[in-house]
C-alpha cells in the first residue's frame, strides 16, 4: 500500500520521503477525490470566494493551485475581517511566499478563535505545499467564522491515508475524516432553529403582513429619494432596470454614481443588467453582501429577490 500512495503523488508533485521523517501526513484517498461531495463542496467554496472578492477582481478556478501564495488569503482576511496586513500585494518567490503565509495565517488562527490546545488541520507549509486537505479545512473554518449563514454541502468525507515515516521504515493507515458537519447535527448543536432568510420567512406569512412590510420598505425608500424628486410606487417593478436602485445606493452611502458608468436609460435587457450587476457591486463594496441574489433575478422582477436587496439597506440604513 506504500508503494501506492507515494505512485499517486509521483504524476504531477513528487513526493520527497525525507521530508516525511518524523512526522504524520495525511494524503487524500484517489477514490475520494472523485467523490461527488466532495467536487460539490470545492465548487462551492470556489463560488464563495469568487463572490466575496468580485469586486476585486480576483478569479479562483483551482483550490490546489490559487491558494498557496497568500493572495487570495490575504484578500479574504482583509474582505472578510476588515484586517489590513503589511504583507506585500504579490509575493514572487517561495521565500516571500511562505513569509507572507506567517503573518496571514498567525492573525487568522487568532481570528477563528483557534486555542492553543485545539488542534489545528493547516499551517503554513501544507497550505503552500498545496495540501488540498488543509486548504481545505482552512476555508471551512473560515466560512464558519466568517459568514456562518451560508450554507455548504453538509457531511462531506473524505478517506485519508495517514502516512508517518520514522527509521524503522513506513507506517500507514486508512482514516475517515470529516471536511463539513452533518447538517442534523449541526442543527441540534446550535442554540436556535435553522437560520432562514428573513424575506423568505417574510413571503410564507398572510399576504396582508407581507403588504405591511413592502409599506414600511415604501416609506423608508421615498423618504430616501425625495430629494431626487422620485417616487415609488410598485417595488416589484420599478426596480428592474437598475436606476432607481443605483440612485438609492448613492444617496444612502452618499457618494455619487457617475452617469458614464450606467444607463439612465436602459434600453434593454443586456443595459438593465448592466446597471444592477454595478449596484449589486457597490453593495458589495460596503459590506451589503447578498451571495444568494443574481442581477437577472432583479431585472426578471423577482419580488423576493428585490426585497431582499431593499431590506438590507432598509435595515442599514433605518433611523439614521
Same mark, same amino acid.
Not at 128 to 133: A, G, I, Q, R, W
Not at 207 to 215: D, E, Q
Given at each position: ?53 468580485? #469586486? ?126 452533518? #447538517? ?61 436602485? &443605483? ?34 457591486? &457597490? &453593495? ?15 431585472? #426578471? ?20
Amino acid at each position: 500500500m506504500e508503494a501506492d500512495i507515494f505512485e499517486y503523488h509521483k504524476e504531477e508533485d513528487p513526493v520527497d520521503v525525507a521530508s516525511f521523517q518524523g512526522e504524520k501526513r495525511k494524503l487524500i484517498q484517489p477514490t475520494s477525490l472523485k467523490d461527488p461531495k466532495l467536487e460539490k463542496l470545492k465548487e462551492a467554496l470556489v463560488d464563495w470566494i469568487n463572490r466575496t472578492l468580485k #469586486s476585486e477582481h480576483i478569479v479562483v478556478q483551482s483550490l490546489e493551485e490559487d491558494l498557496y501564495d497568500g493572495l487570495v488569503l490575504h484578500h479574504l482576511l482583509s474582505r472578510l475581517a476588515s484586517v489590513n496586513l503589511s504583507v506585500e500585494e504579490i509575493a514572487l518567490t517561495s521565500t516571500a511566499q511562505i513569509r507572507k503565509l506567517e503573518v496571514i495565517l498567525e492573525e487568522l488562527d487568532k481570528r477563528l478563535g483557534l486555542q492553543d490546545s485545539s488542534p489545528i488541520k493547516w499551517n503554513v507549509k501544507l497550505i503552500h505545499n498545496k495540501d488540498l486537505l488543509a486548504t481545505i479545512h482552512l476555508l471551512v473554518a473560515m466560512v464558519k467564522a466568517f459568514q456562518p449563514k451560508l450554507n455548504l454541502p453538509p457531511n462531506v468525507k473524505v478517506e485519508v491515508v495517514v502516512v508517518e515515516v520514522s527509521k524503522n521504515g513506513i507506517k500507514s493507515e486508512v482514516q475517515t475524516e470529516a471536511l463539513t458537519e452533518d #447538517s442534523c447535527a449541526a442543527s441540534n448543536s446550535s442554540s436556535g432553529p435553522e437560520w432562514e432568510d428573513p424575506i423568505e420567512q417574510l413571503l410564507k406569512l398572510e399576504a396582508n403582513k407581507v403588504n405591511t412590510v413592502k409599506k414600511a420598505i415604501l416609506h423608508f425608500v421615498n423618504q430616501s429619494m425625495a430629494t431626487l424628486g422620485l417616487q415609488v410606487d410598485a417595488i416589484d417593478k420599478q426596480f428592474s432596470d437598475g436606476v432607481i436602485l &443605483l440612485l438609492l445606493i448613492g444617496q444612502l452611502e452618499g457618494f455619487f454614481i457617475p452617469l458614464c458608468e450606467f444607463n439612465l436609460t436602459p434600453a434593454n435587457d443586456a443595459e438593465m443588467l448592466h446597471n444592477v450587476t454595478l449596484a449589486l457591486d &457597490l &453593495l458589495n463594496n460596503v459590506g451589503l453582501q447578498l451571495p444568494n441574489i443574481d442581477p437577472q433575478d432583479i431585472v #426578471s422582477q423577482d419580488v423576493a429577490a428585490t426585497l431582499k436587496v431593499l431590506y438590507a439597506l432598509f435595515k442599514k440604513h433605518k433611523g439614521k
